[in-house]
């Protein structure tokens, strides 16, 4: 794993290192290739025999259509760039076709840069979250990552600060005698969510993307320590994921799951300040209006969060999800954030 300024300049000796050679796949979407594909060319071509996959969608049946290509042609390795979306694609197609996968993500928007979890969407085109694994090798250039678009880096702090709910229900759901705990996992989660909080720095820049890329890999091989998302992902992640099946309005991951924390500390009577006084800080805009989610599909999406996994217990198993306490949340929402 190489993490830092510049590192896209080491792809070349990254594969080498791990003894890469023959046939290696690169999958880019097209914008993404536009921007850094002669450079990443070259360094695939001085290992092996580059061949070439374009990622416009990211479904089930698209990954496996991948693997396909990379059992039935012999491909070595994967080579992935881009967001989220490239990333999970050949994550999921290496995990599938068992090939060594380097990883090298573009923005910041989620922990899922790093983690051995990969989000596809279904024929239906709802997501569904699939196990699999980390990849093999990471490229994370803090240099490029800072030059993407500031909304996805503040969703990447909206989805590293959800482990401090993330945490209240593993803690919660052990507690009750429905999870079992992992010591390491927990701490690793706990020390993403501390180096963003306890940061020095108060805005976004070079040096904070450095801590914020740290933080998020971090949550990444949280999960892969537990074997799954649990040390990273609770209620607001089960708000979040109802957000995605329900509201007609979609945003990005990060806010939601931001906005879900927030909330759900408020429904169990906990003092959300300190998670609001740092997302102002860095003008994470989490408000439900804003975010052009209504009253209606906040309580909808709030009192159907538990549907949304069976093996997740949280606080919202057990909390009061009256209407009226949720719309009266709501509206504190909306004055607040």
């Known amino acids: 794993m190489k993490i830092g300024s510049g590192k896209i300049s080491e792809i070349e000796s990254t594969l080498r290192a791990a003894d890469i050679s023959g046939k290696i796949l690169y999958i880019s979407d097209p914008y993404v290739d536009s921007l850094y594909g002669a450079s990443v060319r070259p360094q695939i071509e001085a290992v092996g025999k580059i061949k070439e996959q374009s990622v416009d969608y990211n479904t089930i049946a698209y990954s496996m259509e991948v693997a396909e290509r990379v059992i039935a042609t012999d491909i070595d390795c ?34 899922g840069i ?56 593993w803690d919660f759901a052990v507690s009750h005698g429905k999870d079992e705990m992992n010591g390491y996992a927990y701490m690793m989660s ?26 998020l890999v971090l949550s990444g091989i949280a999960m892969d320590f537990a074997g799954s998302s649990r040390p990273v992902s609770g209620s607001e992640h089960l708000f979040s994921h109802a957000l995605d099946y329900y509201c007609e309005k979609q945003n990005l991951h990060g806010f939601n799951v931001a906005l879900g ?12 300040t300190e998670v609001i006084d740092y997302l102002k800080k860095f003008e994470v805009d989490v408000n439900p209006e804003h975010m052009g989610i209504s009253e209606d599909s906040f309580v909808y999406c709030m009192q159907h969060a538990t549907e949304m996994r069976n093996n997740r217990y949280t606080y919202l198993h057990e909390a009061d999800l009256d209407s009226d306490k949720l719309k009266n949340v709501y509206k504190e929402l909306v004055e607040e954030l």
């Open 78 to 111: 994967i080579v992935a760039m881009g967001g989220g979306k490239t990333l999970d694609v050949g994550k999921y197609a290496a995990f599938v076709s068992k090939r060594p996968f380097l990883s090298i993500p573009t923005t910041m928007a989620h922990d």
């Open 114 to 169: 790093v983690s051995p979890i990969a989000v596809l969407k279904r024929q239906d085109e709802k997501p569904k979250s699939l196990g699999c694994a980390m990849p093999s090798m990471i490229i994370l250039d803090t240099k490029l990552m800072a030059t993407c678009p500031k909304h996805l880096i503040k969703a990447g702090i909206g989805d590293t600060i959800s482990n401090y709910m993330a945490l209240k229900d």
């Open 261 to 272: 924390t927030i909330a759900v500390l408020k429904i169990i009577g906990d003092d959300p």
């Open 190 to 215: 706990r020390t993403s969510l501390d180096a963003l909080m306890k940061t020095q720095f108060d805005h976004i820049c070079p040096e904070f993307i450095d801590v914020l890329a740290n933080s």
